[in-house]
């Protein structure tokens, strides 16, 4: 009774310190590493104080995202005063990519017409153009937001007197078409091809591109002729499918031969929406990272399924920081590299990284340092994302084989 | 049981099956063939969705409408075939390109247009009598051909591309195609003289 007493007093201390309004948000990260350490020291198994200091955990979490009272440009929601500045909100964006799986108007901008859908390509872009849910997606993700609105929507993008856009795809700037843009090109061939045709009726997929909207070159290894082509392109940027993943991660395993790349062959298949091509920039920086260590060769790549999340690792085993990892300040910890993963995956996924980190007075500490977690804010300098927010530590009680980068996708 | 074949919209074997209700009848009426139809459908796709769905032991085929699983529905179908060697046959009209693999297991993506033709009823008659030999019979029958020819054109283009994409998936999938055909020599720029042979002698026999 004592100890349950005493155990007691000991929680409502921290809480009153962690609820303390005087404490920066890196003195509540320090306070709340220190209880969790005391707390391990004290009893691992004690359950309930554990899932006490969660709910603490949860609550300054809560505090912290409380948007900030409108009128201050911080809000960044719609008729927010700061238009570049983005919410992680990796769910948002895994929610509405699936809608092109699911028996909505999207679905058919990228499967094939097998039955007869619509009796015009008018009641067809009808039907899209009804759906707004993209626009939320301008203030969370704006690379995905531009390549939707590019390749099923009209772009603001300047034509020049042929008629070829400036600006191509956000990634992938060689093309420059999409259902409705420019001048409506796909659509008035739809119209004279497919629409209240019984007889030799053709599809839009099979639209021939005019010479000059055809890219020069192959674009990811294949030459672009057909609408159907541009097609599949886009659904390689929002869906690894089949052996996509698995295929990029065999690439660069191939320009990388002196590192062992562990466990790539379990990715067969794996299949799910997320823009692709920002965690495959995410992929190459955190190869770059990696690649400082020259001692350590070994790269282990796992995932876990999970009822709704998707968890990646990518560890190099045997390697720990040599960095030391300032409690008071955690955000010295991060260097360019984690800074451009960070950018890179902004609402995608939530990132972490997973070691024994030795923190300013030289001790050991097996943590999570989570630094992109839901709801923080970064900017958009029109290319890249910078996060702007504080990095949280927590204890990491599994094993600890080296340096892991954790990617924690929504499915 | 031999094969599962989940299809959430059956509107389209009408539309696509060069005999129509015949087809879809014959279908139905095989014993080894089980195709849930309407809300033991759904039910069947949900609990794959939810990795609660308990596939029996005498299960040696799967056929599934791809977009209807979730990204846990068919990594619990892929783990379940590779666990157990059952083949798998993807079909969606979301699928641009045939992808074949034999690898882990026997695993087919195909289009649906591709899917329902007038290759799929002997290829499932084959299958149950034990007579098919590989799941790329519901894509060509000339398949060992196609891939030779395909072989043929890759090794010509690895030579000429500058381009290290697509340099990089072309020898990938001459990889895949050796794997795949497995002749007692490896089809690259030096074996073309082999590989020459082998095409001509199925030719001649066509």
Same mark, same amino acid.
């Given at each position: 009774m004592i100890l349950m007493k005493e155990r007691k007093n000991k929680y409502d201390f921290i809480q009153e310190i962690l609820e !303390?309004?005087?404490?920066?948000v890196a003195q509540r990260e320090r306070v709340l590493l220190l209880a969790a350490e005391e707390i391990k020291h004290e009893n691992s198994n004690d359950i309930d104080l554990l899932k006490r200091l969660k709910e603490i955990e949860e609550k300054i979490s809560q505090l912290e995202s409380v948007?900030? *009272?409108?009128?201050?440009?911080?809000?960044?929601? $719609?008729? $927010?005063?700061?238009?570049n500045q983005l919410t992680h909100n990796p769910k948002l964006v895994s929610q509405y990519l699936k809608k092109f799986k699911e028996?909505?108007?999207?679905k058919w901008t990228t499967h094939t017409?097998?039955? *007869?859908?619509?009796?015009?390509i008018d009641l067809f872009i009808e039907d899209l153009n @009804?759906?707004? @849910?993209?626009?939320?997606l301008f203030n969370v993700h704006r690379d995905m937001y531009n390549l939707i609105n590019y390749f099923i929507y009209q772009p603001k993008d300047e034509l020049n007197?042929?008629?070829?856009?400036k600006y191509g795809w956000?990634? =992938?700037?060689d093309l420059k078409i999409g259902w409705q843009f420019p001048n409506h090109l796909l659509i008035n061939w739809c119209k004279e091809n %497919?629409?209240?045709?019984?007889?030799?009726r053709k599809y839009p997929f099979q639209f021939n591109l005019p010479k000059e909207l055809q890219p020069q070159k192959p674009i990811k290894g294949k030459m672009i002729t057909t609408f159907e082509n541009v097609v599949d392109i886009f659904k390689t940027e929002i869906q690894f499918r089949e052996d996509y993943f698995y295929k990029e991660l065999k690439k660069r395993n191939s320009r990388l031969a002196d590192y062992k790349f562990e466990g &790539? @062959?379990? /990715? *067969?298949?794996?299949d799910f929406y997320t823009y692709t091509n920002g965690f495959l920039s995410a992929l190459d920086t955190v190869l770059n990272e990696i690649k *400082?260590?020259?001692?350590?060769?070994n790269i282990l790549f796992s995932y876990e399924m999970q009822e709704n999340d998707l968890i990646i690792d990518i560890t190099q085993l045997n390697s720990f920081p040599t960095r030391k990892l300032n409690t008071n300040n =955690?955000?010295? /910890?991060?260097?360019g590299g984690m800074n451009a993963i960070s950018g890179s995956i902004f609402s995608l996924c939530d990132f972490s990284i997973i070691s024994k980190f030795t923190n300013e007075k030289n001790n050991e500490i097996s943590g999570e340092l989570l &630094?992109?977690?839901?709801?923080i804010k970064g900017n958009w300098s029109g290319k890249d994302v910078s996060i702007n927010a504080v990095p949280r530590l927590q204890v990491y009680n599994k094993e600890i084989t080296g340096f892991t980068y954790r990617f924690k996708f929504y499915l | 049981m031999k094969i599962l074949f989940v299809e959430d919209r059956p509107s389209r074997q009408l539309l696509f099956l060069p005999n129509k209700e015949k087809d879809v009848e014959h279908i139905r009426s095989l014993k080894s063939v089980y195709m849930p139809e309407s809300n033991e459908c759904k039910e069947i796709i949900a609990q794959i969705n939810q990795n609660n769905y308990n596939f029996e032991n005498s299960l040696k085929l799967i056929i599934v409408?791809? !977009?209807? =699983?979730?990204t846990r529905g068919l990594e619990y179908i892929n783990n379940f075939c590779k666990n157990e060697k059952v083949k798998l046959v993807c079909f969606s009209g979301g699928i641009s390109q045939l992808t074949y693999n034999n690898e882990d297991y026997e695993f087919l993506n195909i289009n649906s247009s591709d899917f329902y033709t007038e290759r799929l009823v002997p290829f499932l008659n084959g299958f149950i009598a034990e007579k !098919? @030999?590989? =799941?790329l019979e519901l894509a060509n029958k000339e398949w060992k051909l196609s891939y030779m020819l395909l072989a043929r054109q890759i090794i010509g283009s690895i030579a000429l591309e500058n381009d290290e994409d697509v340099k990089f998936n072309l020898e990938d999938k001459l990889d895949k195609i050796n794997n795949i055909l497995? /002749?007692? %020599?490896?089809?690259n720029s030096e074996n073309t003289e082999k590989l020459n042979t082998e095409i001509k002698r199925i030719i001649l026999s066509l």
């Open positions: !303390s309004k005087k404490l920066t948007p900030p *009272k409108s009128g201050d440009g911080e809000t960044g929601g $719609s008729g $927010s005063k700061n238009k028996n909505t108007p999207l017409w097998d039955e *007869k859908k619509y009796e015009t @009804e759906d707004k @849910e993209y626009n939320k007197e042929k008629g070829i856009p956000p990634n =992938l700037q %497919f629409d209240n045709k019984e007889d030799n &790539i @062959e379990n /990715f *067969k298949n794996l *400082k260590n020259e001692t350590e060769k =955690l955000a010295h /910890f991060l260097g &630094i992109v977690y839901d709801g | 409408h791809k !977009s209807a =699983l979730e !098919s @030999e590989t =799941l497995s /002749f007692d %020599f490896t089809i």
